[in-house]
């Protein structure tokens, strides 16, 4: 039996008992469990577990009440009780399989640094909407531990608002990702202000991104996946080649390839786009990343060569860590193989 449906008997019970005690909706939604609770106080009976896990709720939706009041205090919440955003941004990043063993091992070894934002959700009492930090509240439940969030009430606009600019700020969507985004809103009614203001992009270039993901495939852009270092110009340049006559057939027979299936995202955008235009797929390209989501190098490989990049203005400390490291290999294999003597 559900939750909801266990409260929602609970008063059916109590006011069929006692017409005079059903009381009007609260205008606390979050505490319409303690009402109900009062409600049904008379025919405990068998029910007594039932009301005793219902105390509890109600104690904690008092204290979320109380975090309401004071402002942004962060709370305690079991995973299970977090459902996602109605708005799914990121292509990855919800299941299991999709967070690597560095990002878990960051919140086992150090715990949760940053809050995650929820709202109470509108249509299911005792639960809450995530707005942002999906990636964290995944982290927890695989732990096994409680989520530090912040709850507010937020409307569906404000959500959205928070849940795009929060990954706008922590770089945490490619550019794919934002324009699925942008059409999953308007498809859903949110005027183009509100999701320009989500995106912070002008409304000219949200025009651009809305356009493109209806000329593109939903089945191609699924199986490439978030593409992260891959931007608008060459997302258009696919879109061109795919408007060609018979070029999505042509695309879906190299997804089935085995090359395509052990690629990483970009690399999966590269040969589709090689497969179209019929050159060379460029190098492949990854992004390595802190576990907080931010970029600090990058790695280009092809058939002759592996470039590795650090920005030293923005990281002297790995810089610095990755040249007496290519030093101390440079010495290791010196010894390891050294050279004869003629």
């Not at 449906?5 to 319409?32: H, M, Q, Y």
């Not at 530090?148 to 700020?169: H, K, P, T, W």
Request: one cysteine or more; glycine letters at 6%; aromatic letters at 4%.
């Amino acid at each position: 039996m559900s939750r909801k449906n266990i409260f929602g008997s609970l008063g059916k019970f109590a006011a069929a008992n006692n017409p005079e005690r059903i009381t009007k909706t609260p205008d606390r939604p979050l505490v319409e469990v303690a009402d109900q609770l009062s409600a049904a106080a008379a025919p405990v009976g068998s029910l007594g577990r039932v009301l005793r896990e219902a105390k509890q709720k109600s104690a904690r939706a008092d204290e979320i009440e109380r975090a309401f009041q004071e402002g942004a205090k962060v709370v305690e919440l079991s995973p299970a009780d977090i459902d996602p955003s109605f708005a799914r941004d990121r292509m990855s990043g919800f299941e299991p399989d999709d967070l690597d063993e560095g990002f878990l091992a960051s919140i086992r070894d150090n715990g949760q640094q940053v809050p995650v934002l929820v709202r109470p959700h509108p249509t299911k009492p005792g639960r809450y909407e995530t707005a942002y930090g999906h990636r964290r509240i995944a982290g927890a439940r695989i732990l096994g531990r409680p989520v530090r969030a912040v709850v507010r009430m937020l409307s569906d606009d404000e959500l959205v608002v928070a849940q795009g600019q929060e990954n706008v700020e922590r770089n945490g969507l490619s550019f794919i990702e934002k324009c699925r985004f942008a059409h999953a809103l308007e498809s859903r009614g949110f005027v183009r202000e509100t999701i320009s203001r989500s995106l912070s992009v002008h409304k000219t270039i949200l025009s651009i991104m809305i356009s493109l993901i209806e000329r593109l495939p939903a089945d191609i852009v699924n199986a490439i996946g978030p593409a992260p270092a891959t931007g608008r110009r060459a997302w258009s340049l696919l879109a061109d080649q795919l408007d060609a006559l018979g070029a999505g057939d042509r695309v879906r027979e190299a997804i089935a390839s085995k090359e395509f299936a052990a690629a990483n995202s970009d690399r999966r955008f590269q040969l589709l786009l090689a497969t179209m235009t019929n050159r060379p797929a460029a190098p492949l390209k990854e992004a390595w990343k802190r576990a907080d989501g931010r970029a600090f190098a990058s790695l280009a490989i092809d058939d002759k060569r592996i470039v590795l990049s650090v920005d030293r203005a923005k990281h002297p400390e790995i810089a610095r860590l990755v040249l007496d490291r290519l030093t101390q290999l440079q010495a290791e294999l010196q010894q390891a193989s050294p050279e004869e003597e003629g």
